[in-house]
């Protein structure tokens, strides 16, 4: 089945870290961009990063920039996005999407609270 | 700037048309992708590039573009269709290459 799951959200406190993981399968991996989109409780979508096949090229919105690093392992059909001094605005549904040219496969989102 | 402006709300009557629309400076070198997403769920795309849809979306819903402007639309609005819709594209006018979003549009089929 093509699909992709993403795991690693969890509750954290400001200033914390987190790690979340997003396995992809019934795909080749490594010929997609992939990208990590989000989204606040009651707002809108977000983009938050992305990053070449290779992962040579990466990208990122301005509000993460600094604190965010996305990386991935296509040895292990593997997209990661590493949070470091987290602040309560990036509160927020974590979605790992597919980018052939437009994002189109999602998967189910993982959820990332902080609070102290 | 870098935004894209959607209508916060629209509605449409069962078995009619309705066209939500994306604004934004970006939209002048770069498509528009549309996503729906229901209560819930995880966004589905519904059209990419220039009218392209993915497997399973029916041809009663389409994309176009006129200037700054980006428009999906949706002929014979069925139950199903409704949910909030997102208009996204990139745009590479600052340093660093980006992907906006629009707020989203919340399509209610009366």
């Known amino acids: 089945e093509v699909q992709l799951v993403e795991s690693g959200g969890d509750l954290v406190q400001p200033g914390g870290s987190l790690r979340l993981s997003c396995a992809a399968s019934?795909?080749?991996?490594?010929?997609?961009?992939m990208t990590w989109v989000r989204q606040a409780p009651g707002k809108g979508l977000e983009w938050v990063a992305n990053?070449?096949?290779?992962?040579?090229?990466?990208y990122y919105v301005d509000s993460v920039r600094g604190r965010f690093t996305i990386s991935r392992d296509n040895a292990k059909n593997s997209l990661y996005l590493q949070m470091n001094s987290l602040r309560a605005e990036d509160t927020a549904v974590y979605y790992c999407?597919?980018?052939?040219?437009?994002?189109?496969?999602w998967g189910q989102g993982t959820l990332v609270s902080v609070s102290s | 700037s870098s935004e894209l402006t959607q209508d916060p709300s629209v509605s449409v009557a069962l078995g009619q048309t309705v066209r939500i629309t994306c604004q934004g400076d970006?939209?002048?070198?770069?498509?528009a992708s549309w996503f729906q997403q229901r209560p819930g769920q995880a966004p589905r795309l519904v059209i990419y590039?220039?009218?392209n849809r993915p497997s399973g979306i029916p041809d009663r819903i389409y994309g176009s573009r006129s200037g700054d402007t980006a428009s999906l639309t949706i002929i014979g609005a069925r139950a199903e269709d409704e949910g909030d819709y997102y208009c996204?594209?990139?745009?590479?006018?600052?340093?660093?290459?980006?992907?906006?979003f629009g707020g989203g549009t919340k399509l209610t089929v009366l």
């Open positions: 999407a597919r980018d052939p040219g437009g994002y189109d496969l």
């Open positions: 019934g795909f080749t991996f490594s010929n997609y961009w």
């Open positions: 990053i070449k096949q290779d992962g040579s090229d990466k």
């Open positions: 970006s939209l002048r070198t770069s498509f």
């Open positions: 590039g220039k009218n």
């Open positions: 996204n594209s990139r745009d590479s006018s600052g340093n660093h290459l980006k992907v906006i």
